[in-house]
């Protein structure tokens, strides 16, 4: 049987990119989680036992599958144990292909892996820090601090030593400020 996996992502929200994908491939079942979260994943520990021999998952991209490369790891023994296999469209791995895989394409896709697994994360992260109203990156220095920085440096009496000693101005901040 062919199973559809699909997981939203910040990407992907709503998951429509991922089922126009499992349906043109006549997927039999497609399984959707109701969120992206790594916890709680109930879909996903359901679909895995209920497995049978032969069964083949399909999901679009390592990510969907998996929160970690442990993560990973676990649900490949798992799936192998029930003699099942997997297909990840977005890298071409498919383990019920007699034909292998080398071993450093599958080391670059694990590097992507876990670079996709990071952006993810910081996205989401940002996204609901946004959600709350939080600013996001580098705090902004004190309008009045930067203002001292500027007509201490104009003066040409101060070094940017002296500079950033009485205003908590940096070097780069103070010629980032001039060039605006």
Do not use: W
Request: include cysteine; hydrophobic fraction near 30%.
């Amino acid at each position: 049987m062919l199973i559809g996996y699909m997981r939203p992502y910040e990407k992907d929200l709503h998951c429509k990119n991922q089922e126009v994908n499992l349906i043109n491939l006549n997927c039999e079942t497609i399984i959707i989680e109701e969120h992206s979260s790594a916890k709680e994943r109930t879909q996903l520990c359901d679909m895995i036992n209920k497995l049978q021999e032969g069964d083949k998952i399909i999901v679009n991209k390592l990510f969907t599958l998996a929160d970690s490369t442990r993560h990973l790891v676990e649900l490949l023994e798992k799936i192998n144990q029930r003699g099942a296999y997997i297909q990840f469209l977005d890298e071409g791995i498919d383990t019920s292909s007699p034909a292998g895989y080398s071993f450093i394409d599958i080391t670059k896709h694990l590097l992507n892996f876990q670079s996709d697994v990071i952006s993810e994360r910081t996205k989401q992260g940002v996204s609901q820090a946004k959600k709350k109203g939080i600013t996001t990156g580098r705090p902004k220095k004190p309008d009045e601090n930067v203002r001292r920085a500027i007509e201490m440096y104009q003066s040409k009496t101060h070094t940017l030593a002296e500079i950033k000693e009485k205003t908590g101005i940096s070097k780069s901040t103070l010629y980032r400020y001039l060039e605006n």
